[in-house]
């Protein structure tokens, strides 16, 4: 009888540990996203400073040897801007409702709308690295080819297919990195909601 006590106080305090490591599990996750919206309010400002000196940077590169500014090259230098804000703003679109959870980190409720919230930051990820990729060659065939009388198909083709592979190989790295980055979260959150 003492024998099948103490297996029963085993099992009693195995379930127990499981629960609690769990618990920890799905805090975890709260904890990661907590340290990485802390990142991005941390280095959100070096960010902005960086797109500001890079346009002023590719201004004074790209006007200083003209004598007379042509519209094409200033439209050309807007747009690789936007280029940069554009990856910048979807990248970071989507919050994480963490205030909303604070105290309660575990519930279903939570899980459900990290994921939902993880799904649209990869949308928009993808979107924002679309358009920085459109933003970007449209810009530089502003400033290099636009006001050229007679562009050379042999340099703006080859341009073109060198920016649109650049822009899926850009895409293709970053989902597979996104993956590889969140897949403990999304096989935390698919076990505990799948229970």
Not at 111 to 121: D, P
Request: charge should be positive.
């Amino acid at each position: 009888m003492d024998n099948l006590k103490s297996i029963w106080d085993q099992l009693s305090c195995d379930s127990k540990q499981l629960e609690l490591k769990g618990n920890g599990d799905k805090e975890s996750i709260f904890a990661k996203l907590e340290s990485e919206e802390l990142l991005r309010k941390k280095f959100n400002p070096l960010l902005i400073v960086f797109i500001i000196s890079f346009t002023l940077f590719l201004g004074l590169l790209i006007l200083r040897n003209d004598s007379v500014v042509s519209y094409s090259k200033l439209l050309g230098i807007v747009f690789v801007t936007l280029a940069s804000i554009s990856i910048a703003i979807l990248s970071q679109g989507v919050k994480m409702p963490l205030k909303q959870f604070e105290h309660d980190k575990s519930s279903m409720i939570f899980l459900r709308k990290v994921r939902e919230k993880l799904n649209q930051s990869k949308n928009m990820l993808v979107l924002g690295l679309i358009l920085q990729n459109i933003f970007l060659t449209t810009g530089l065939y502003l400033i290099i080819f636009y006001n050229i009388e007679a562009v050379n198909p042999g340099y703006l083709y080859p341009f073109l297919g060198f920016m649109f592979g650049l822009g899926g190989a850009v895409i293709g790295g970053s989902l597979a990195f996104y993956h590889k980055h969140y897949k403990s979260t999304y096989q935390l959150i698919d076990h505990f909601l799948s229970e």
